[in-house]
């Protein structure tokens, strides 16, 4: 895959969070090319501390490097994998005809969920899982990198809602005790005969929630001892919007500068900006050398499950409405989506709502002599 220079903004989170217009206006700028051209953005003074997640990608691959039995007990299909360990070839991507993706997560919420929502939709608001022996820090450390991400990301919300002259809370305000997660990641060695086969280590896709934040990865060698990029061909690539030119799109490698992370626009986000902002497909790709593995870490947002996902009323022209309808509930779409990616059992989607053909067919079959 060739490398293309784009000219992806960065932002400075000091710049949107300060009191003065001129800055914010500054952030705002870059935030709306960002977002409307290619999905993501680089940010910088992001609070992200880089020594605490060298010592969380430490704790999470002793923690990946078990055998699989003893890792079994945190791979939790009854709740769809939406916390603990996600087991390598499970997930699929819906845009990669359904190739599990190779690698193996875990997932936490970095804040507790409020009562009514784990009524409703018990699944996407589970409790945490921990290894009962889990190595030094993965605890602290992952929920600790979802909290400062998170904060990161409401900043970023708040600069999105002034670049679309909406009110500074729309999008906070939608993300209140909404089932956020916070997942690590770790990508696995290709074997000798699987080099440069076309196998890739996350399918292209774009991401379901709202933003996601990606505090950058780093590469381990065949000794799993931690080293800088193999070669050139592994990586983040993202697509960029269609244009005239280039129906396609454009595949570009996204490295953040030196210090930054990088945030990137969900469907959520695109649904209700009408498709002003646009979520990014993005696809992981394998090295060309065999046994070398990748860490990376990522914290979605996610628009709480009671939202209505819709374009909001500004973004409401016949062809958004085109594109978006039917409105659908968040947390109806989060369990499509799971069913859709692999981690939701199919039936998943005939338990929505109102069981009343099962309801009667149980009085019809116990009532039968009246
Ligand atoms: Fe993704």
Request: include cysteine; aromatic fraction near 10%; proline fraction near 10%.
């Amino acid at each position: 895959m060739a490398e293309l220079p784009m000219n992806i903004p960065t932002v400075d989170l000091a710049d949107l969070s300060s009191e003065d217009p001129s800055r914010i206006e500054r952030g705002a700028l870059a935030l709306r090319e960002a977002f409307g051209v290619f999905g993501l953005v680089y940010v910088k003074n992001h609070g992200v501390d880089a020594q605490a997640l060298e010592r969380l990608y430490d704790a999470f691959g002793a923690f990946i490097a078990r055998p699989t039995e003893a890792k079994r007990p945190y791979g939790r299909a009854d709740i769809w994998y939406q916390r603990g360990w996600t087991p390598p070839n499970t997930e699929v991507a819906v845009a990669g005809n359904g190739q599990p993706d190779f690698k193996e997560c875990y997932f936490a919420a970095p804040y507790p969920p409020d009562e009514n929502s784990v009524l409703e939709f018990p699944n996407l608001y589970p409790d945490n899982i921990w290894p009962e022996d889990a190595p030094p820090y993965f605890q602290e450390g992952l929920l600790s990198l979802g909290r400062s991400l998170h904060e990161a990301g409401l900043s970023l919300l708040k600069g999105a809602a002034v670049a679309l002259g909406l009110p500074q809370t729309t999008f906070t305000g939608f993300c209140e005790r909404g089932p956020h997660v916070t997942r690590a990641l770790q990508y696995l060695p290709l074997k000798p005969s699987q080099v440069n086969t076309g196998i890739l280590w996350g399918e292209e896709h774009t991401d379901f929630n709202l933003l996601t934040l990606l505090p950058g990865g780093r590469f381990l060698d065949p000794q799993a001892r931690p080293a800088p990029r193999p070669d050139d061909q592994s990586g983040l690539y993202l697509r960029t919007r269609a244009t005239p030119e280039q129906p396609k799109g454009r595949l570009v490698r996204g490295v953040a500068p030196a210090g930054c992370i990088v945030a990137q626009v969900g469907q959520q986000l695109e649904i209700l900006t009408g498709g002003t902002f646009l979520a990014t497909p993005h696809v992981i790709t394998a090295p060309g050398v065999p046994g070398w593995q990748r860490q990376s870490a990522a914290h979605f947002m996610h628009v709480h499950t009671s939202t209505v996902l819709f374009p909001l009323e500004k973004f409401r022209t016949p062809e958004a409405v085109r594109n978006y309808a039917p409105p659908v509930l968040a947390g109806t779409y989060d369990i499509k989506t799971l069913v859709d990616i692999g981690l939701a059992s199919p039936d998943a989607l005939d338990q929505l709502g109102y069981r009343h053909y099962d309801r009667l067919h149980r009085m019809r079959a116990d009532g039968s002599s009246t």
